[in-house]
T-cell receptor
Framework: SQQGEEDPQALSIQEGENATMNCSYKTSINNLQWYRQNSGRGLVHLILIRSNEREKHSGRLRVTLDTSKKSSSLLITASRAADTASYFCATDAVLIGRGGSNYKLTFGKGTLLTVNP | DGGITQSPKYLFRKEGQNVTLSCEQNLNHDAMYWYRQDPGQGLRLIYYSQIVNDFQKGDIAEGYSVSREKKESFPLTVTSAQKNPTAFYLC???????????????FGPGTRLTVL
């Protein structure tokens, strides 16, 4: 089942505007990650926020996490046409095996962001 | 250049045929993953491997098989038992956790498989 669910499914804005995408999840997490995917390409990691953090910044990106509401938001400020992509949140479950610990990531369906020049 | 590569980029298969998708990484990562992505959907985990010669089923392993004979390589075979194999397949890798550090997954460019 999908753990993270992004909202909205699609967002269209003008260059220079801010874009906000939301993610809700159902069970407790260790951390939450946001990824970006250009059409037909692989995913690129954007930012990770730990469960004990409330806000994190990276360049024009701002991520918030509200564990009481089981939700996160990704804000892209001063958007550019090159920001056009799908954005996914991913929540984790720890896998413990012979190789040590790793995360199994569960992805939402994503938000398709279109930034118009 | 360090990275993760997948080949081929596009693959066409006739019904009833097995096909193998390649995934190679030179990042010295211990863990590797295979995901399937359908149009307008998120990623679903097929198989993962945390160490050489060991792998585990993900959420949708039926109709797929993998091997992990080398740290750098994690090929995925889509068998004829997979009823709806047309999809975009993504391979990823990550470092093993140590000292409480969290890790991101690095993705390859993907293989688009179409069954004719």
């Amino acid at each position: 089942s999908q753990q993270g669910e992004e909202d909205p499914q699609a967002l269209s804005i003008q260059e220079g505007e801010n874009a906000t995408m939301n993610c809700s999840y159902k069970t407790s997490i260790n951390n939450l990650q946001w990824y970006r995917q250009n059409s037909g390409r692989g995913l690129v990691h954007l930012i990770l926020i730990r469960s004990n953090e409330r806000e994190k910044h990276s360049g024009r990106l701002r991520v918030t996490l509200d564990t009481s509401k089981k939700s996160s938001s990704l804000l892209i400020t001063a958007s550019r046409a090159a920001d056009t992509a799908s954005y996914f949140c991913a929540t984790d479950a720890v896998l413990i095996g012979r190789g040590g610990s790793n995360y199994k990531l569960t992805f939402g369906k994503g938000t398709l962001l279109t930034v118009n020049p | 250049d360090g990275g993760i590569t997948q080949s081929p980029k596009y693959l066409f298969r006739k019904e009833g045929q097995n096909v193998t998708l390649s995934c190679e990484q030179n990042l010295n990562h211990d863990a590797m993953y295979w995901y399937r992505q359908d149009p307008g959907q998120g990623l679903r985990l097929i198989y993962y491997s945390q160490i050489v010669n060991d792998f585990q089923k993900g959420d949708i392993a039926e109709g797929y098989s993998v091997s992990r004979e080398k740290k750098e390589s994690f090929p995925l075979t889509v068998t004829s038992a997979q009823k709806n194999p047309t999809a975009f397949y993504l391979c990823a890798s990550s470092m093993a956790l140590s000292g409480g550090h969290y890790n991101e997954q690095f993705f390859g460019p993907g293989t688009r498989l179409t069954v004719l």
